[in-house]
Structure formats: structure tokens, C-alpha cells
């Protein structure tokens, strides 16, 4: 499942990137996906809107099994 992350990541970056930031794949483990924001999005004060409303609902749509992602 981390390989598929990775992908769907890779298709997200280019906006993180547009603004400075990036994201990072920390892990997947029973369906919790552990992040780190980057750059610009790692000192956001929207870096958790920009997680759970932009990369989990991204994440959930595109693969059921995740249930959560969270920034580490």
C-alpha cells in the first residue's frame, strides 16, 4: 500500500511545490498514513487544513483502505 501512496503523493506535490512546501512519506501501517509536511507547508499555519482536507480526502477517494492520515 505504500507504493500506491507514494503515487497518489506524487500527483500532489506539484501544488505543495508551487507554494514552497512538499510532502513526505513517512509510513503506512493499518491504514493510518504518516506524513511530513516540508518547506513551506512544514510552518504553515494551514498545514492541517492542507492535511486532512486536502491530502486525506485526497487519499480516502483514490484508496478506501486509508482510514487517517496523520503529521509526524
Same mark, same amino acid.
Given at each position: 500500500?505504500?507504493?500506491?501512496?507514494?503515487?497518489?503523493?506524487?500527483?500532489?506535490?506539484?501544488?505543495?511545490?508551487?507554494?514552497?512546501?512538499?510532502?513526505?512519506?513517512?509510513?503506512?501501517?493499518?491504514?493510518?498514513?504518516?506524513?511530513?509536511?516540508?518547506?513551506? =507547508?512544514? =510552518?504553515?499555519?494551514?498545514?492541517?487544513?492542507?492535511?486532512?482536507?486536502?491530502?486525506?480526502?485526497?487519499?480516502?477517494?483514490?484508496?478506501?483502505?486509508?482510514?487517517?492520515?496523520?503529521?509526524?
Amino acid at each position: 500500500m505504500s507504493e500506491t501512496v507514494e503515487n497518489i503523493l506524487e500527483q500532489i506535490r506539484p501544488s505543495l511545490q508551487a507554494d514552497g512546501g512538499d510532502v513526505e512519506l513517512v509510513g503506512v501501517k493499518d491504514g493510518v498514513v504518516s506524513l511530513r509536511l516540508t518547506g513551506a =507547508c512544514g =510552518c504553515c499555519p494551514m498545514s492541517t487544513m492542507t492535511l486532512k482536507m486536502g491530502i486525506e480526502r485526497i487519499l480516502k477517494s483514490k484508496l478506501p483502505e486509508v482510514k487517517e492520515v496523520v503529521s509526524v
